[in-house]
């Protein structure tokens, strides 16, 4: 079993920042991918950004450029700096680890923007 942890929601103006964290422990094994997904009130949970231990990262065209997703291998965490936030960015944050057999999930962290 690997257990995921998010920090670092919060609310923030139109145009802050925010860096999200979550650290994964547990029966964690060395190759996998690690994701950031969202999902706003009355809407699908969408993928926003992915980063594998190969270092090959994709983003959701919506974040392009604004968001950068990071990883410590050493300590088991994946980060999301979220940069020119904007009041669509609005959405409860997910953690997401996949080991190419099972994805387990964080609890998800708040982020709100203000316009």
């Known amino acids: 079993q690997v257990q995921l942890v998010e920090s670092g929601g919060g609310w923030v103006q139109t145009g802050g920042s925010l860096r999200l964290s979550c650290a994964a422990s547990?029966?964690?094994?060395?190759?996998?991918?690690m994701c950031w997904y969202r999902q706003a009130p009355g809407k699908q949970r969408e993928l926003v950004a992915t980063?594998?231990?190969?270092?090959?990262?994709k983003y959701a065209e919506s974040v392009k450029g604004r968001f950068l997703i990071s990883r410590d291998n050493a300590e088991n965490s994946v980060y999301l700096q979220m940069n020119s936030l904007k009041p669509e960015d609005t959405a409860v944050y997910y953690c997401?680890?996949?080991?190419?057999?099972?994805?387990?999930w964080g609890q998800g962290t708040q982020v709100t923007v203000s316009s």
């Open positions: 997401k680890l996949n080991d190419y057999v099972h994805n387990y």
């Open positions: 547990g029966s964690v094994t060395r190759m996998n991918v």
């Open positions: 980063l594998g231990t190969g270092q090959i990262t």
